[in-house]
């Protein structure tokens, strides 16, 4: 292999290796234009767009010890990694599709497992990881609360006893 394809591999092979997931698209018909737009949402979520070349990614997911994906891997490839979780930046580009009918997602790697479009679509419609945690979080106050709302009922209740006994003594 020439230098300059090796340079190339290494880098998507690092895109791979940093990134929580790994979405794969077909970005035909997309205008220049359109894919900066798409660029610059998926900015916004920490995650980066790229052209590349079917054989450079099989290469790259190959070194990496990742599910082989060479079904999906035909015509115009573009790739989507990410920094954070794989919710908002599947959310930008379910949205991008519904405007611009493109690009067309064909799978998903998250956690050495893959993912179907229509999964990847599903997870579009999840809310943020942040408001699932905090959902959760709220999950697990909740009985911490009764129980401190069960405990205070007797002690309050007695005060209340305790008051209307002092005021029919007076």
């Not at 990134?19 to 794969?24: A, D």
């Not at 990881?129 to 959902?135: D, S």
């Amino acid at each position: 292999m020439r230098k300059e394809k090796i340079s190339v591999v290494s880098e998507v092979q690092a895109w791979v290796q940093n990134s929580p997931f790994i979405l794969v698209t077909d970005y035909t018909g997309i205008t220049v234009d359109q894919f900066s737009e798409l660029r610059n949402r998926l900015d916004a979520v920490k995650s980066e767009i790229h052209v590349v070349k079917n054989t450079f990614l099989r290469r790259a997911l190959s070194d990496a010890q990742l599910p082989q994906v060479d079904d999906y891997l035909s015509g115009q490839t573009a790739v989507v990694f990410g920094e954070s979780d794989i919710a908002g930046t599947a959310k930008i580009l379910k949205n991008f599709k519904s405007e611009f009918e493109k690009p067309k997602i064909r799978v998903g790697i998250v956690d050495r497992s893959i993912l179907s479009s229509e999964d990847v679509l599903a997870i579009a419609d999840l809310p943020s990881r942040e408001v699932l945690l905090a959902k959760l979080l709220g999950l697990f106050n909740t009985p911490a609360q009764r129980l401190a709302s069960i405990i205070n009922v007797p002690a309050s209740q007695l005060a209340q006893v305790i008051k209307a006994h002092a005021e029919k003594g007076d």
